[in-house]
């Protein structure tokens, strides 16, 4: 039985009865073993499977694109400029398999929008025969990408904080608030590993070590799959490595660098997750779209690693083999090479998988058994989210009560509306806490905190009076919002300006644009001149725009041709410096960019990765010291604009030398971060520093607050293979740990390496362990070791596979001091 849903509003599972019709010449199934909730989910697929039709299995594999009603009606299809219009009354008689980002095409009302959806679901649940209803998802990289919901800060961000366990919480909360209104699947995290930093997707990634990338992605897929929203993987694999950090461009890489630094991220995940889903990249490896290749989709994911998700299709990509890559002629073939290749759903709406990939079964080109392999899949994910129970009911969680409260009278759409928040107080102070750990004091003359606060501010620079520029392109604002001007942001969002004053009630703020963002006049520049001379200090706010295909300097088709600032914000800031007022330079940030003269001569830096709404708030605490600066960076800022593509993962001639005039090192290393206070490192003993090739090595340190502050000391442990069969990076990370300690005190850190951790892909194409001499160091950044352990492996070479150890283990010990 499924609740009924009609034009006036929300009424109960009880109150109804199930009233679907049969599709015209069929037979109806309402009652089967696939309702049965004691088989398990694979038994009442495979029921269903054979009860199907073909064009019944095939409607399973494909969403359409929709828009929520405001006005609580069923949901519209979304007319996208890359596609033709969608009938649903003709697709859904065959079933449907996925809801296109309901919430996420057009503002609505939260309620609003779960009462369009769930109205929908039951039509789409009358329509087919089995009372099958749709999967419905959403994006959600930085906070559920809807109207009114909480923007969360960025991934990018993510990385900055070094803390997991936050970054699950976080995804928890937001799995909760997509659940509540009817969503069934995220699209995040993004695994992708940065391999440039021109890319202009940098602020949907973590960072750019696969080891970081894969603790904090695993992290957040635990906390949204534990909310029962299904996690999605993407962009699998190697869509950040594209050449010259061109959006969708080729990527060159080689299987080893594939091996090595873009998969172990996506294997960490499938391994400790349990992620449900996996999205394939746009791009090609040399010459393979993802979209076709089996022995990655399949092979790899599936048969080594066991992944038994759903591998959905990223936005067009399976039409993109036929009209981007070539290697299709028509879209039946595209359809085809996709499903050999793994890929189960398309997304976002029906193209090759509709007419023509019926087509081609028919003319024997596609084996059938392709579809059933796919929808199998998918039709256990449905039975896992409770969407094959008798009893399943398109009301959410967020409507229960009304249906409950309103009985058989209903509520309306508008006695709904402003009846739902998705932006919590709880979210926001969640939102705030992610803020303030991923802020990353860069340099620091001793000028701040700001204890004492000037009489005189002059806060320049054109994002200091913008309430967007914490914003990311995937949150809702950026992403919709600008396309619907007449429509308030929907949350509550502080300029810097309006932080720094609520900051700094005392002082006098006097606000100067300078410069737009990516704008070439200087016109501004004497305003700003003049403000700098008459006050005490310039927080210059710079930075990004967040866009789509352009429309910004950084996101998803915002390339940078460089890593200079965009515009003359450069030109701004050396004018400044020129002025003799100390200046503390604040970045409102999607990658990082080389900085010129400031790296070395600005009293201040202060770098935050487009920290979401409570982000001015958390940068403006950090100024003043009521919130102590934890961040650590998760790419490394470029001393030279020009020395892309380069991470700290390079080899030795990656790395500065006499062969080349180009100078990649960075002014601030991957994993730097200043605090307010100092820690002293101390008492290395190594326990263990020989062992087998498949033992464990051991050693311990102290870490003490030698400050008269408390603060968080990061110790980052780094890999050194200094002879190695293949050419390894100089250093890798391969464990971390977060130490808060109030001033004075000490913690023993203690750490269980096993050799494992020393793999790498060897001239074979395998996996293996070496003998030989390592180096474990012990570093506040991948520039700055405190602690050196030269210990050995010795043995035989050793193979290893994905079963291989993935961490280190760490136990933290906060020492008790004599009295």
């Known amino acids: 039985m499924t609740a009924n849903i009609d034009n006036a509003g929300v009424q109960t599972a009880a109150e109804a009865a199930d009233s679907r019709a049969p599709v015209s010449g069929t037979t109806d199934h309402r009652t089967g073993p696939w309702h049965d909730r004691t088989l398990a989910p694979e038994a009442r697929a495979d029921a269903l499977i054979a009860a199907m039709t073909l064009q019944e299995k095939i409607s399973q594999l494909f969403g359409v694109w929709v828009g929520a009603s405001d006005e609580g009606a069923e949901v519209a299809p979304f007319q996208h400029d890359m596609e033709e219009a969608v009938a649903l009354d003709d697709l859904l008689p065959r079933g449907l398999g996925q809801l296109t980002r309901p919430f996420g ?210 936005y067009f990509g399976i039409a993109f083999l036929k009209t981007l890559h070539g290697v299709a002629a028509t879209f039946g073939e595209a359809a085809g090479a996709a499903l050999r290749a793994g890929v189960d759903v398309e997304l976002p709406t029906v193209k090759t998988f509709g007419r023509p990939l019926t087509d081609a079964i028919a003319e024997g080109r596609v084996p059938e058994a392709l579809v059933d392999r796919a929808v199998r899949r998918v039709l256990v994910q449905k039975a896992q989210l409770g969407l094959l129970d008798a009893d399943w009911s398109p009301v959410p969680p967020v409507l229960a009560g009304a249906a409950a409260a309103h009985g058989r009278a209903r509520a309306s759409s508008e006695a709904l509306r402003g009846t739902v928040r998705l932006d919590t107080d709880e979210n926001r102070a969640l939102a705030r806490r992610v803020a303030e750990q991923a802020v990353v004091l860069l340099r620091n003359d001793g000028i701040l905190p700001l204890a004492a606060a000037p009489a005189r501010i002059a806060l320049i620079g054109p994002n200091a009076d913008d309430p967007t520029a914490v914003l990311g392109c995937y949150a809702f604002p950026v992403h919709v919002g600008g396309r619907h001007p007449e429509t308030p942001l929907g949350i509550e969002l502080l300029t810097l300006r309006e932080a720094l004053s609520a900051e700094f009630p005392h002082s006098e703020i006097a606000t100067a644009r300078g410069a737009d963002i990516d704008g070439l006049a200087t016109g501004g520049f004497a305003e700003a001149v003049e403000l700098a001379g008459s006050a005490d200090l310039v927080i210059l706010a710079l930075g990004d725009r967040a866009g789509l295909f352009g429309r910004g300097t950084s996101g998803e088709g915002c390339d940078a041709e460089n890593l200079a600032l965009p515009g003359v914000q450069q030109q701004l800031l050396d004018t400044l410096l020129d002025t003799g007022t100390p200046v503390v330079v604040t970045l409102l940030a999607g990658r990082p960019y080389a900085l010129g003269r400031a790296a070395d001569e600005a009293a201040a830096i202060v770098q935050s990765f487009f920290p979401g709404e409570e982000g001015t708030t958390a940068i403006a605490s950090v100024l003043s010291g009521r919130t102590e600066p934890s961040g650590r960076l998760p790419v490394s800022v470029p001393r030279h604009p020009g020395s892309q593509p380069s991470t700290y993962l390079a080899a030795r001639l990656g790395h500065s030398s006499e062969v080349s005039s180009v100078d990649p090192t960075p002014a601030f290393g991957f994993g730097h971060g200043l605090t307010y206070t100092a820690f002293e490192w101390s008492g290395l003993v190594v326990e263990r520093g020989r062992a087998s090739t498949e033992g464990e090595l051991a050693l311990s340190c102290t870490v003490r607050n030698t400050g008269a502050r408390k603060g968080t000391e990061v110790v980052q442990v780094y890999l050194h293979d200094p002879v190695a069969s293949v050419v390894q990076p100089v250093q890798r990370l391969i464990g971390y740990a977060r130490l808060d300690l109030e001033p004075g005190r000490a913690a023993r850190v203690r750490m269980t390496v096993p050799a494992d951790l020393a793999s790498f892909t060897g001239r074979e194409g395998h996996r293996i362990v070496e003998p030989g001499d390592l180096e474990l160091r012990l570093s506040a950044s991948s520039t700055d070791i405190r602690l050196t352990a030269r210990v050995t492996l010795t043995g035989p070479e050793r193979t290893v596979d994905h079963t291989r150890r993935l961490h280190m283990d760490v136990a933290t010990e906060l020492l008790v001091e004599a009295s």
């Open 105 to 314: 095409t057009a503002p609505v009302d939260p309620a609003v929008g779960a009462l369009s959806l769930a109205r929908t679901q039951e039509r789409i649940a009358e329509a087919n025969r089995f009372g099958i209803p749709a999967l419905a998802h959403e994006e959600c990289l930085a906070g559920f990408a809807t109207w009114g919901a909480t923007a969360y800060p960025v991934p990018l961000s993510w990385g900055a904080t070094f803390h997991p366990e936050l970054i699950r919480e976080t995804a928890a909360a937001i799995g909760r608030d997509m659940r509540s209104v009817g969503v069934h699947q995220g699209l995040a995290p993004v695994l992708d590993v940065v391999r440039d930093a021109r890319w202009g997707r940098v602020e949907e990634t973590i960072g750019e070590d696969p080891y970081l990338v894969g603790t904090i992605a695993t992290a957040y897929v635990r906390g949204l799959e534990s909310a029962g929203v299904v996690a999605t993987l993407k962009h699998f694999a190697g869509y950040s490595a594209s050449r010259a950090g061109r959006n969708l461009a080729p990527v060159g890489m080689g299987a080893r660098e594939r091996a090595d630094t873009i998969l172990p991220p996506f294997e960490m995940a499938v391994r400790e997750s349990g992620v449900r889903s996996v999205m394939h990249a746009y791009t090609d490896t040399d010459g393979i779209p993802s979209a076709a290749d089996g022995p990655l989709l399949t092979g790899l994911l599936r048969d080594t690693w066991g992944f038994d998700g759903t591998v959905v299709a990223d």
